[in-house]
């Protein structure tokens, strides 16, 4: 994918101070650094960088969210592609998942498996985070 997901303009995350970002940005911040520490809700890059998979907004009771998966340290990070995000219904009601992967050369060093759900009547976005800055991945 070339951009991260397109959203109205009137969305904007829960956060004081936070903005979207797009997939240019995003590669700014992530390419030719390496990956030095991980955890299911975070990776760590060799300058203190911090990306996370959080849900940038959501109404009442729907829930966006993921986590990190197959992390090799100490790669050196070459390119970044958001998958399409797939409908997967739910019992709540309609969910979607959506796949980020990170890579070195072209072996994936990194996959953020990201989701979101919602019950027929309210919404949610699930980004990955850099500082204040989300970059939308999935919605419901």
């Avoid at 956060?15 to 955890?39: D, Q, T």
């Avoid at 980020?100 to 996959?111: D, E, L, M, S």
Wanted: net charge negative; with cysteine; charged share 25%.
């Amino acid at each position: 994918m070339t951009k991260t997901i397109e959203l109205p303009d009137y969305y904007e995350p829960d956060w004081r101070n936070a903005r979207y970002g797009s997939l240019e940005e995003l590669k700014e911040l992530l390419l030719y650094k390496r990956i030095v520490k991980w955890g299911k809700g975070f990776l760590e890059l060799e300058d203190g960088t911090k990306v996370t998979i959080e849900m940038s907004e959501r109404d009442c009771c729907a829930w966006a969210g993921g986590e990190f998966q197959n992390v090799q340290l100490d790669a050196v990070i070459t390119n970044v592609e958001i998958g399409e995000q797939v409908e997967i219904p739910n019992h709540y009601g309609v969910g979607f998942e959506n796949k980020v992967t990170i890579f070195h050369n072209q072996n994936p060093v990194a996959i953020a498996n990201c989701g979101a759900e919602h019950n027929g009547y309210y919404y949610s976005v699930g980004s990955l985070v850099i500082g204040d800055i989300h970059f939308p991945v999935v919605d419901a």
